[in-house]
């Protein structure tokens, strides 16, 4: 089993800076994708970036240009760079790692908070 746990969310300013982390219990080298997901009171999860074996990313539009992914192998993280942040950008922040071929998984860290806000 895997364990993902996320930290670094926090009460935030409109147009200050968050770096969040998805921290694995095993190598990441195996997770085929990780993503970034978010929640947002009442509304469903959606999808905010993902990035694939060869550090291919994409991005949900209203975060392009202001949110950045990444993953350090050697230190079994995940990582999003978070600029210019919003008050719609006030969610709980999901991590969530995929492994594909015969045998499919998926896991998913446990969410940290994210409030954008005066």
């Known amino acids: 089993q895997v364990q993902l746990v996320e930290s670094g969310g926090g009460l935030v300013q409109p147009g200050g800076s968050l770096r969040l982390s998805c921290a694995a219990s095993?190598?990441?080298?195996?997770?085929?994708?990780m993503a970034w997901y978010r929640q947002a009171p009442g509304k469903q999860r959606e999808l905010v970036a993902t990035i694939i074996r060869g550090d291919f990313t994409n991005y949900e539009d209203s975060v392009k240009g202001r949110f950045t992914i990444s993953r350090d192998n050697a230190k079994n993280t995940l990582y999003l760079q978070m600029n210019s942040l919003k008050p719609e950008d006030t969610a709980v922040y999901y991590c969530k790692a995929e492994i594909f071929g015969m045998n499919s998984y998926e896991y998913w860290g446990q969410g940290t908070q994210v409030t954008v806000s005066t």
């Open positions: 095993r190598s990441i080298f195996s997770f085929n994708r």
